[in-house]
């Protein structure tokens, strides 16, 4: 029987993290705008995404927000 194991709080932020560096890297990438990002997730202004990227205020990054900015 496999063994499995749970994700602590830690493991959860350090995902986090690496998924905010990731979408910022595609942003990069891609030479679009922190607004641009925002429109292409459903918001109609950079606040939200800037402080998802960022990883202040607790935002982050949903499921359907990466599909969207995958498909982008």
Do not use: P, T, W
């Amino acid at each position: 029987m496999k063994e499995q194991r749970i994700m602590c709080h830690y493991d959860v932020e350090e995902i986090h993290a690496q998924i905010r560096h990731n979408v910022k890297l595609l942003r990069e990438m891609k030479g679009k705008s922190q607004l641009e990002m925002a429109l292409a997730i459903g918001h109609s202004s950079a606040a939200f995404y800037a402080k998802a990227e960022l990883g202040i205020q607790r935002k982050k990054f949903n499921v359907e927000h990466l599909v969207k900015l995958r498909m982008f």
